[in-house]
C-alpha cells in the first residue's frame, strides 16, 4: 500500500479544500438567494465541518499507527463530502483514505519474543 505520511498529508489537504469550499458555497447559497436559500444552505457547510471533525480525529489515529481504524473513521466523510461539497476535496480525501495500509503500525507477530 501507501506511505501512511503521504497519505496523512492527501487527508490534510482535501480537508482544507472541503471545507473553504463548504464555506464558500454557503456563502454563495445565502448571499445570491437573498438569504432565502438558508435552508439548503446549510448542508454543504455542515457536511465540511463534519468532515473536517473526522478528518482531524483520522490524522491523530495516523500519527498512532492505527491506520485501519484511522480509514474506517474518514471513509464515509470522505464520500458524503464527495457527493455533496467538492469533488476535489472529497477525491484528495478518499485517495488519502485508501492509500492508508491495511494493518495497524504496530501489530506483533504471534509465537515471537520481543528482545529485552
Do not use: Q
Amino acid at each position: 500500500m501507501g506511505d501512511p505520511s503521504s497519505a496523512r498529508n492527501l487527508i490534510h489537504i482535501g480537508d482544507i479544500i472541503n471545507l473553504v469550499i463548504g464555506v464558500l458555497v454557503f456563502l454563495v447559497i445565502v448571499v445570491f438567494s437573498f438569504g432565502l436559500g438558508i435552508v439548503v444552505a446549510w448542508i454543504p457547510l455542515a457536511i465540511a465541518i463534519w468532515t473536517h471533525l473526522r478528518a482531524k480525529s483520522a490524522l491523530e489515529l495516523i500519527d498512532e499507527g492505527r491506520y485501519k481504524e484511522a480509514k474506517d473513521k474518514i471513509l464515509i466523510p470522505a464520500i458524503l463530502s464527495l457527493i455533496f461539497n467538492s469533488l476535489v476535496g472529497g477525491l484528495i480525501i478518499l485517495l488519502g483514505a485508501i492509500s492508508l495500509p491495511s494493518e495497524n503500525a504496530s501489530n506483533p507477530v504471534e509465537g515471537t519474543v520481543e528482545p529485552f
